[in-house]
């Protein structure tokens, strides 16, 4: 069984930032792609930046610039910096990954932490 966990969401102005962090723990052999999804009322669930275990970064057009994805290997930690936060990016954030354990590869998703971004 591989669970991931997340942290670090809230509440924060305009302009202000927050950092998401997303562990992954259970039976790992290794971690592929780890990323960010969101999912805004109303809405469907969109990727925001996802990140290979080479480091290589995929990034949604509307938070380049702004958002920034990083991985630590040895933790099986994912993270997302959020600068200069507008409303449009209140949703809830939920962290992916690709996962190969015991049983084979599995894609593992978290359960979500809530980000509102007021004006």
């Known amino acids: 069984q591989v669970q991931l966990v997340e942290s670090g969401g809230g509440l924060v102005q305009a302009g202000g930032s927050l950092r998401l962090s997303c562990a992954a723990s259970?039976?790992?052999?290794?971690?592929?792609?780890m990323g960010w999804y969101r999912q805004a009322p109303g809405k469907q669930r969109e990727l925001v930046a996802a990140?290979?275990?080479?480091?290589?970064?995929n990034y949604a057009d509307s938070v380049k610039g702004r958002f920034t994805i990083s991985r630590d290997n040895a933790k099986n930690t994912v993270y997302l910096q959020m600068n200069s936060l507008k409303p449009e990016d209140t949703a809830v954030y939920y962290c992916?990954?690709?996962?190969?354990?015991?049983?084979?590869?599995?894609?593992?998703w978290g359960q979500g932490t809530l980000v509102t971004v007021s004006s």
């Open positions: 992916n990954a690709v996962v190969k354990s015991g049983t084979g590869y599995l894609e593992v």
């Open positions: 259970g039976s790992i052999f290794s971690i592929n792609a």
């Open positions: 990140i290979t275990s080479g480091g290589s970064t």
